[in-house]
């Protein structure tokens, strides 16, 4: 049973646009989140993460919103460059779950020029 | 600051035969982790370390895997005998764990992708 869960395999945007990355989550115990960038022959790089205690945490290009109501989290990145293109994985933990990182599928992004 | 730094970056091994990858945290995190990828999938955890400790290898197949963190820094994986299926990419991960704090950002090396012929 896949806890996390990104349900769009792919994704491609105009560079200069917005691109939009959703996750969403079925563990109510989930109480860190991040999003991780990965390149081909390379490990996931971390990019941005969220507490629940927030629902936006902003950090240049990227946004990470948080709507625990509706166990669904995105990230936003504004404005979409071609550096961008990569594939983006959703991962989220509990504190009471020894910290293990539960990963998603991820996100194929593809920003083109 | 370096990164995780895992190697070799890439083996090619034929069934049956031993391997090894090793990776060096980053410098001051307490907590080691390995992880296995196939592609089109998430990170797999095989074991996480806290210091010297294996504090997690439930997910490790203890038949043929092994690790090993002397020190609590330095750390390698082991694969003896490796099979087919053990083709993937093996990540090292690391973090600094502060008692009392429960959230907390992991850092990947490059990886080291393995192929089983």
């Known amino acids: 049973d896949q806890q996390v869960k990104q349900n769009s395999p792919s994704l491609s945007v105009q560079e200069g646009r917005i691109s939009i990355l959703n996750c969403d989550y079925t563990?109510?115990?989930?109480?860190?989140f991040l999003w991780y960038k990965k390149y081909p022959a390379e490990g996931p790089t971390f990019l941005i993460s969220?507490?629940?205690i927030k629902d936006k945490n902003e950090d240049g290009r990227f946004t990470v919103f948080l709507n625990k109501s509706a166990k669904h989290l995105s990230l936003h990145i504004v404005p979409s460059q071609p550096g961008d293109s990569a594939v983006y994985f959703c991962?989220?933990?509990?504190?009471?779950?020894?910290?293990?990182?539960?990963w998603g599928l991820g996100t194929s992004l593809a920003v083109n020029p | 600051e370096a990164g995780v730094v895992q190697s070799p970056r890439y083996k090619i091994i034929e069934k049956k035969q031993p391997v090894a990858f090793w990776c060096n945290p980053i410098?001051?995190?307490?907590?080691l982790y390995w992880y296995l990828q196939n592609l089109g999938q998430g990170p797999e955890l095989l074991i996480r370390?806290?210091?010297?400790?294996?504090?997690?290898d439930s997910q490790l197949p203890k038949d043929r895997f092994s690790a090993e963190r002397l020190k609590g820094v330095d750390s390698t994986l082991k694969i003896q005998p490796a099979e087919l299926g053990d083709s993937a990419v093996y990540l090292c991960?690391?973090?600094?764990?502060?008692?009392?704090?429960?959230?907390?950002?992991?850092?990947f090396g490059p990886g080291t992708r393995l192929l089983v012929l």
């Open positions: 991960a690391s973090s600094l764990v502060v008692s009392g704090m429960y959230q907390e950002t992991q850092y």
């Open positions: 991962a989220a933990s509990a504190s009471g779950n020894n910290r293990k990182l539960i």
């Open positions: 370390y806290e210091n010297e400790e294996a504090v997690d």
């Open positions: 969220i507490s629940s």
């Open positions: 563990n109510s115990m989930f109480d860190y």
């Open positions: 410098s001051g995190h307490n907590t």
